[in-house]
């Protein structure tokens, strides 16, 4: 089923998600790779994966990147949807 907003023009909210998630998904790749930002190291203890989230030397840089990810990624679907995203589309478009 496909959402649209009415105000002065009809927008496709699953498109304008869609745009925006795959933005994210670019913006976050471009950080992993050139190091601004990193995710927790994972290691194997007995055949057990484990996450060493105190090993993420950026972790505070690595939060700030994301909400600044999430927050421009808002910005740009209330300004083509002309309303805030609800929880579901946030989640849609962020994971």
Known sequence: METTCSD???VNINEVIEDIDNK???KLMES??????SIPQIININN?????SIENK??????????NIMAEGAAEFEKK?????SYSEMRQAFG
């Open 58 to 67: 950026n972790l505070d840089n690595t939060i700030e990147k994301l909400k």
């Open 8 to 10: 002065t023009k009809d």
């Open 81 to 85: 949807a002309g309303r805030q995203m």
């Open 24 to 26: 994210a998904t670019a």
């Open 32 to 37: 992993y790779a050139d190091g601004s930002i």
């Open 48 to 52: 057990k994966i484990t996450t060493i």
